[in-house]
């Protein structure tokens, strides 16, 4: 199911031809780096995997979700859309690519498609995301649309993480 699109990319729910990028964009030490997290297990990824197959616009408006990301002229999924929900219950994006789709400006065209279907559609009154400081790129994209709210220590992943969140009101002056 098509969960939206912009310009170059949809987003969607994953199929099973989609498991061999799925597990990609969960073990990549390129990629695994930059969150940073540990590789996932081959049963955590068909665990994963198989919960995040054919969910439907109400699963967004309620529980943690990953949709896949695709080009529009391209039927392999590039990356994952995150629809997550943070430790303080509040709504939360996240996103990943393939090591071969960085620096072509995906992830601030899917984080800005993220941001409207929060709030336009899900009617969301405030979206976060946390990111690692050290991802450099991701910093860049978050500080293009949300607002720097808090550093932290990530104990889980061990790294010095930022909170950034937008509320609707902004989303809308913008």
């Given at each position: 199911m098509k969960i939206f699109e912009t310009e170059r990319l949809i987003v969607k729910s994953l199929e099973s031809a989609d498991k061999k990028h799925f597990a990609e964009l969960l073990t990549d030490p390129k990629i695994l780096e930059q969150i940073p997290q540990i590789a996932f297990t081959?049963?955590?990824?068909?665990?994963?995997f198989n919960k995040s197959l054919?969910?439907?616009l109400s699963d967004l408006k309620k529980q943690k979700c990953v949709c896949g990301i695709f080009e529009k002229d391209n039927p392999e999924m590039i990356g994952l859309a995150l629809f997550l929900i943070n430790e303080e219950n509040e709504k939360e994006l996240g996103y990943r690519f393939r090591v071969?789709?960085?620096?072509?400006?995906?992830?601030t065209e899917a984080t800005k498609g993220m941001l409207e279907f929060y709030f336009n559609v899900l009617n969301t009154d405030k979206v976060t995301a946390d990111v690692n400081i050290a991802n450099v790129a991701s910093v860049k994209?978050?500080?293009?649309?949300m607002l720097p709210v808090?550093?932290?220590f990530n104990e889980r992943d061990n790294c010095n993480d930022r909170r950034y969140e937008l509320e609707r009101t902004n989303w809308l002056q913008q």
């Amino acid at each position: 199911m098509k969960i939206f699109e912009t310009e170059r990319l949809i987003v969607k729910s994953l199929e099973s031809a989609d498991k061999k990028h799925f597990a990609e964009l969960l073990t990549d030490p390129k990629i695994l780096e930059q969150i940073p997290q540990i590789a996932f297990t081959e049963s955590q990824i068909i665990d994963r995997f198989n919960k995040s197959l054919h969910i439907d616009l109400s699963d967004l408006k309620k529980q943690k979700c990953v949709c896949g990301i695709f080009e529009k002229d391209n039927p392999e999924m590039i990356g994952l859309a995150l629809f997550l929900i943070n430790e303080e219950n509040e709504k939360e994006l996240g996103y990943r690519f393939r090591v071969e789709y960085w620096g072509k400006g995906y992830g601030t065209e899917a984080t800005k498609g993220m941001l409207e279907f929060y709030f336009n559609v899900l009617n969301t009154d405030k979206v976060t995301a946390d990111v690692n400081i050290a991802n450099v790129a991701s910093v860049k994209i978050l500080d293009k649309f949300m607002l720097p709210v808090r550093d932290f220590f990530n104990e889980r992943d061990n790294c010095n993480d930022r909170r950034y969140e937008l509320e609707r009101t902004n989303w809308l002056q913008q």
